[in-house]
Nanobody, 119 residues
């Protein structure tokens, strides 16, 4: 029933690392490979913000706040995207959401995974 399912969140100390994963279980390979995928996050009490995007052509872009620390990637054969998060900071604490955009303007969200960076 879920279009996208995130995993990999948890509690980590400042300076630590986590790798988030998002799978699109309902997509066939050819469909998934043609979509643009993103990670968003929503810190407590704040608006949801774009963290990183990877297009169907594997062009990436990042929010200034995570440049040099986070890396988005995709594995089309597994219908997955990843967010490698290094040097985590308390301000990275948020619910992280996977986002998928189709060429026909359809968009989908995952349910989110909690990342907590303690001090």
């Amino acid at each position: 029933q879920l279009q996208l399912v995130e995993s990999g969140g948890g509690l980590v100390q400042p300076g630590g690392s986590l790798r988030l994963s998002c799978v699109a279980p309902r997509n066939i390979f050819s469909v998934f490979s043609g979509t643009d995928m993103s990670w968003y996050r929503q810190p407590p009490g704040k608006d949801r913000e774009l963290v990183a995007t990877i297009t169907s052509d594997r062009v990436t872009k990042y929010a200034d706040s995570v440049k040099g620390r986070f890396t988005i990637s995709r594995d089309n054969s597994k219908k997955r995207i990843y967010l490698q998060m290094n040097d985590l900071k308390p301000e990275d604490t948020a619910v992280y959401y996977c986002h998928q955009a189709y060429q026909d303007s359809r968009t989908y969200w995952g349910q989110g995974t909690q990342v907590t960076v303690s001090s």
